[in-house]
């Protein structure tokens, strides 16, 4: 399995309560829907532990359990739809992982 961490801020003079409402309604579904993708999360982050405002508004996780079928799967007209209204809200940074100790 990879993981891949999203890390985003929204653009200036985006709204907080029309982006969630546009991951809720069509972003978690859609990835969430995809054969390649175990699990999907959006997380609003809360601040640093110990105090302080976090660096990114937002984080994704997005679980995937087959990289080459999410490479298809990503590539479709309806995937493409989704990505480009993704990129109207923010400009986010994608991190692929690998666990350790497995």
């Known amino acids: 399995m990879t993981r891949i961490i999203v890390l985003l801020n929204l653009k200036a003079g985006k709204s907080v309560a029309d982006y ?3 991951a809720e309604t069509t972003d978690l579904p859609t990835v969430n829907g995809l054969k390649s993708v175990s699990n999907f999360e959006v997380l609003r982050t809360a601040g640093l532990l110990g105090g302080g405002t976090a660096p990114y508004q937002y984080v994704e996780i997005i679980d995937v359990s087959d990289m080459d079928l999410f490479g298809e ?10 990505a480009a209204e993704f990129q109207d809200w923010a400009d986010p940074i994608f991190i692929m992982t690998e666990k350790l100790g497995s």
Request: hydrophobic letters at 30%; charged letters at 40%.
């Open 73 to 82: 799967e990503t590539s479709t007209e309806a995937m493409g739809k989704v």
């Open 20 to 22: 969630e409402r546009w």
